[in-house]
């Protein structure tokens, strides 16, 4: 009874300092609000819609425990009662991450204060994206939030994308995210993206009110310019003993000078945290000189960094450069995988690198030459993807190759990098060539490689749009023969002759956890129709014997449009396998398709022997290891019951 009082007591003052940072805003009355007659209601049925699923709205208010993340896209229509609508949030129990990517701002500023309103009484949310589309009217959402990050002890990631949809050019500022984050300290993860050339201010305190939050893991800024200052205060919290950083996103900072460049690199150089540095798009800039190369590369030399990861991709890293990012590396035992996807200007010279590859003292497991064929003079052809391959015939360290958007090279080319796949020398196991204009001879070529021997966990060959569905299908079947190892597959053409291959695949290999299916561009009835193949793949329910059969291994499903999301069913089966082991997922999808609602099936105890009645019982509460499995038999059932 005393634990009941306090809480209420703690809820009450939570409520209590909701209302006042809410009410402090509040300047104008709702009688003053010039209410849009022509919002319609966001469950009106009929709607062709399909970037947002409105059902979700239904399981919102149900608190479905399903429904982990809720995502409010563009074109969603705001609810008449925006408060009602906040405070659902509010109250669900289970919602993980709410993506605000239309910002609820674009209606009037009054619909944003009723909205969170009742959102900052959510106590389940872990992750929050805002899309800020008004630089200054969203500045009131840091201040009406405030409640929320103060009281819920669950949330630890912030996401904001930053862009002004006006054709205007202002000045924003950070002010209030400053004073928000000045209010708590239990922040792990921040992004920041701007999407617009305007100015903002305050970013440099931004980086400075972080200092507080002792336990951030992963900082990414995208574009967003924070000055001499903000590098200053960033080379700080990296030199504290207090630093728990271990990602850092320094994306497309295209003011990075050799000024920064020194400031950035005293604070990497005492680093011992960070596990992976994103530089990709920052330091291509004419102001950056040779200087302020080396300051950035003579970090990785340092006996105290554990780098592991290193992305330098889009930069003008240029052929005399090259071999001192190398000779860093040579002296550097942390870093594993290095990205130098889309290199700029034509300076893509792999001689370095190639006998970097072939020392000793190379201790890269992953490369990623992705996207570097734009440049006429000096693109990835065949002579590289030769060389290439030639390094690597004896290099059995390096796992992963990733050389996605690389169309210079000729089909017989990628033949000769698919023998490597045979050698047992090779260590490769992960291998990307998507979007390069792949032909059903060479998809053929790789199936023939793989079927002489593979390794591989991981194979993408996702956008190759021109393979026919023929082609997919006899990789699918030298997949399914010859490669038992993988893990993840991503390919083209979906098709009920490919859904069949994959089916039978799914049967045979119980480690694929990953499928990317990008198919040629379809309508949304032909979408529909392979989603709901899959959904019978990962759940068969027509009977409970095939229910058990079904596939209890596959995680993830890629979607070749980030705006498309998984029907809410399927979600829910791909991450009833992502939790669970095989056996229990099974268990679970048997008790919700079989066994629960106002259609339960109990005629399959009936044939039974009585003394397996509890067994069977028991397996279904999941109270005792075991895994039953309804054997079709005639007309009848009969169950065996084998240990875990």
Request: charged residues 20%.
């Amino acid at each position: 009874m005393e634990n009941d009082n306090e809480h209420d007591a703690v809820d009450n003052e939570d409520e209590g300092r909701e209302d006042n940072v809410l009410d402090e805003e509040d300047n104008l009355s709702d009688e003053d609000m010039p209410f849009d007659d022509d919002m319609s209601n966001a469950t009106d049925e009929g709607s062709d819609d399909d970037s947002f699923n409105y059902d979700d709205l239904v399981l919102l208010e149900q608190n479905d425990p399903d429904l982990l993340n809720f995502v409010i896209y563009y074109t969603f229509r705001p609810p008449d009662d925006m408060e009602a609508f906040g405070e659902s949030i509010g109250r669900n129990a289970y919602l993980k991450e709410l993506d605000e990517i239309r910002s609820i701002h674009d209606e009037a500023p009054y619909l944003g204060r009723r909205f969170f309103r009742g959102l900052v009484k959510n106590r389940s949310i872990q992750k929050l994206q805002l899309y800020c589309s008004d630089l200054q009217c969203d500045e009131l959402t840091f201040l009406y939030l405030i409640p929320f990050f103060m009281n819920n002890k669950a949330f630890e990631s912030l996401d904001i994308t930053c862009v002004n949809e006006s054709a205007v050019p202002g000045v924003g500022h950070f002010d209030s995210l400053v004073y928000a984050l000045e209010q708590f300290n239990g922040l792990k993860e921040l992004t920041m993206f701007k999407m617009i050339d305007d100015i903002i201010e305050g970013a440099d305190k931004v980086i400075q009110a972080l200092s507080s939050h002792t336990g951030l893991r992963k900082l990414h800024l995208e574009s967003v310019d924070i000055g001499i200052k903000g590098y200053t205060n960033l080379a700080a919290m990296l030199l504290s003993s207090s630093c728990s950083l271990s990602t850092l996103g320094l994306k497309d900072q295209s003011n990075i000078d050799d000024e920064i460049a020194k400031i950035l690199s005293s604070g990497l150089n005492g680093n011992g945290t960070l596990t992976e540095l994103d530089l990709s798009g920052s330091l291509g800039c004419t102001r950056l000189t040779a200087i302020g190369w080396h300051a950035i590369f003579d970090p990785l030399k340092s006996a105290t960094c554990m780098i592991n990861t290193l992305n330098l991709g889009s930069n003008n890293i240029s052929e005399t450069l090259l071999p001192f990012l190398m000779s860093a590396l040579s002296n550097n035992k942390t870093i594993k995988d290095l990205n130098l996807n889309s290199l700029e200007n034509g300076n893509f010279s792999l001689q370095a690198m190639i006998q970097f590859l072939h020392s000793p003292s190379c201790m890269l497991e992953s490369i990623s030459l992705s996207n570097n064929f734009h440049d006429s003079s000096n693109r990835f052809d065949d002579e590289k993807i030769e060389s290439l391959a030639n390094a690597l015939a004896n290099n059995c360290r390096l796992k992963k190759l990733q050389l996605h958007y690389n169309r210079s090279v000729t089909p017989a080319k990628w033949r000769t990098l698919f023998q490597l796949l045979q050698r047992l020398s090779c260590g490769l196991e992960s291998l990307d060539i998507g979007a390069n204009n792949l032909t059903d001879e060479t998809v053929e070529s790789l199936a023939s490689a793989i079927s002489n021997g593979s390794r591989l966990r991981e194979l993408n060959l996702s956008f190759n749009t021109d393979v026919s569905s023929a082609a997919w299908q006899v990789l699918t079947i030298a997949l399914r023969l010859h490669a038992p190892a993988l893990e993840m597959l991503g390919m083209c053409a979906v098709d009920n002759g490919l859904i069949a291959s994959l089916t039978h695949l799914l049967t045979v290999n119980k480690k694929l956890k990953k499928l990317r299916i990008i198919e040629r561009k379809t309508s949304g009835q032909v979408r529909n129709v392979y989603m709901a193949a899959f959904t019978r793949i990962l759940n068969d329910t027509s009977s409970i014997l095939n229910t058990y059969n079904s596939n209890h291994v596959v995680e993830e499903l890629c979607h070749e449009d980030e705006y498309y999301m998984l029907p809410t069913h399927l979600s829910s089966l791909l991450r009833i396998n992502e939790e669970n082991s095989s056996s229990q997922a099974a268990r679970i999808k048997i008790i919700k398709a079989h066994f629960s609602g106002g259609d339960i099936n109990t005629q399959v105890f009936n044939h039974m022997e009585l003394n397996v009645h509890p067994i069977a019982i028991a397996w279904m509460g999941g109270t005792k290891p075991m895994i039953c499995c309804l054997h079709s038999c005639g007309v009848c059932h009969r169950s065996v019951i084998r240990n875990a």
